[in-house]
């Protein structure tokens, strides 16, 4: 496993990266996994060679969000670098289509990363050999999941990752107890979905002691998550899924090259340490000093040093596929 320091990678990225920001262009696209119709954001660099097919990112955000928060943000960002990169509404979430809405839930939305990819493969302006995955937050057990499976990820990159097992679950939820009165829950909200009445709330609020998140920021803040085409809306059904998601544990089985962008000042820094200790492929870490969880999520500072450490990594190994091959 290869580790770097912080002032090492610091003065690695100042030095060394020599990034020519283009225009971006995006265009909507649409794809379909279980009968359902997802929908996404392509965004490519502008005035680029009509034939040239480029690296692909499947770009992927926190729990509740959508495709114009900060996947949307990162996809930006990896076309100024020179990736055509997607960011895409999971099913049940914002412009997807899907009977169950508003669900946090792992599998489904890691089998819609998977179909993501293959999609990817399909377009005219990516290259099927160079496709790699990018997710922040929630979303990087998903990808991590997805890429540990798919033929056509070759490389991760997780910016600010939620990487949690059950000791991590217990600290952040209430212990024991809290934990089994939220499964509780959702299981009462799964009979109810069941029988034709769904149990939503709101997802973040200001106002609203019983929003999922009350006075987070980012998510309460309109000039940054809380924007017009967020659904803002938890389906308390979501709770036994996500709680009972252990995504430290896919470190084990991800056998690509990995890299975590994090800050111990964000959320569980443990989760991303035990995970990179876990990992059986080539791994490296970036981490930032005193940077909080949603600085990562829009703040420009923190987004470009993640966006240039991310697009190097990719770089680095995107020549190399033909070499590795199709990873399993």
């Not at 030095?15 to 359902?36: I, K, P």
């Not at 057990?141 to 798919?150: E, P, Q």
Request: glycine letters at 8%.
């Amino acid at each position: 496993m290869l580790r770097r320091g912080l002032a090492s990678l610091a003065i690695f990225i100042m030095l060394s990266t020599s990034v020519a920001f283009a225009a971006v262009q995006t265009r909507r696209v649409t794809f379909e996994n279980e009968g359902d119709i997802l929908v996404g954001t392509l965004y490519t660099p502008a005035g680029r060679p009509i034939e040239e097919r480029l690296p692909g990112v499947i770009v992927t955000g926190a729990w509740t969000s959508i495709k114009e928060q900060m996947s949307g943000r990162y996809a930006r960002e990896m076309a100024e670098r020179g990736f055509a990169a997607l960011a895409f509404d999971f099913r049940g979430w914002g412009q997807s289509g899907g009977r169950v809405r508003f669900k946090e839930e792992p599998s489904a939305k890691t089998s819609d990363v998977l179909a993501a990819a293959v999609f990817m493969t399909t377009l005219p302006e990516v290259d099927s050999a160079r496709i790699f995955g990018l997710a922040i937050c929630a979303s990087a057990g998903y990808m991590a999941a997805a890429a540990s499976v798919s033929s056509n990820i070759v490389s991760v990159g997780l910016v600010a990752p939620w990487l949690q097992d059950a000791e991590i679950t217990r600290q952040v939820y209430g212990g024991e107890d809290g934990v089994a009165g939220l499964i509780e829950i959702s299981r009462k909200a799964e009979a109810s979905e069941a029988s034709g009445k769904p149990r939503v709330i709101i997802a973040a609020s200001s106002t609203d002691r019983s929003a999922l998140m009350f006075k987070i920021p980012y998510y309460t803040e309109t000039d940054r998550g809380l924007i017009p085409e967020y659904d803002n809306r938890f389906n308390l059904a979501s709770w036994e899924p996500w709680l009972t998601y252990d995504s430290v544990a896919i470190a084990e089985r991800l056998h690509k090259p990995t890299l975590i962008v994090h800050s111990e000042a964000a959320a569980v820094p443990e989760g991303a340490h035990a995970f990179l200790d876990r990992l059986p492929a080539q791994s490296s870490e970036l981490w930032l000093d005193g940077v909080s969880q949603f600085d990562f999520y829009d703040r420009p500072a923190p987004v470009t040093a993640a966006a240039d450490a991310v697009a190097k990594h990719f770089k680095r190994f995107r020549g190399a596929v033909a070499a590795m091959g199709r990873l399993p």
